[in-house]
Nanobody, 125 residues
Framework: VQLQASGGGLVQAGGSLRLSCAAS????????MGWFRQAPGKEREFVTA????????WYEDSVKGRFTISRDNANNTVYLQMNSLKPEDTAVYFC???????????????????WGQGTQVTVSS
């Protein structure tokens, strides 16, 4: 599967952005989908993930209540709605696909097999 992330940009603190990740290829609903982010000088970190059907979601503590992940399996797309953005959310955001886990989540980027190219999110104070 090939992934294409989009929707990043520059926003003021307190603002919102919606990221999209479009997947090409078959069997999109066979992948748990995740979003990761990487700030300059830092390691890539887990943000959120959604199960194959969309029934289960997982969030990193700092984004709970502000970010929402969703997916549209008919259109092979996963979304990340980001509200109440903070300067510390500034990073390159990546979408990723995990073909292995069905009912659990992988928090390490090493456990995801496919990656999008990343989209820059910058939150100004």
């Amino acid at each position: 599967v090939q992934l294409q992330a989009s929707g990043g940009g520059l926003v003021q603190a307190g603002g919102s952005l919606r990221l999209s990740c479009a997947a090409s290829g078959q069997f999109f609903n066979s992948y748990t989908m995740g979003w990761f982010r990487q700030a300059p000088g830092k390691e890539r970190e887990f943000v959120t993930a959604i199960s194959r059907s969309g029934a289960n979601t997982w969030y990193e503590d700092s984004v709970k209540g502000r970010f929402t992940i969703s997916r549209d399996n008919a259109n092979n797309t996963v979304y990340l709605q980001m509200n109440s953005l903070k300067p510390e959310d500034t990073a390159v955001y990546f979408c990723a696909a995990d073909p292995v886990r069905r009912y659990s989540v992988a928090y390490s980027p090493d456990q995801y097999d496919y990656w999008g190219q990343g989209t820059q999110v910058t939150v100004s104070s």
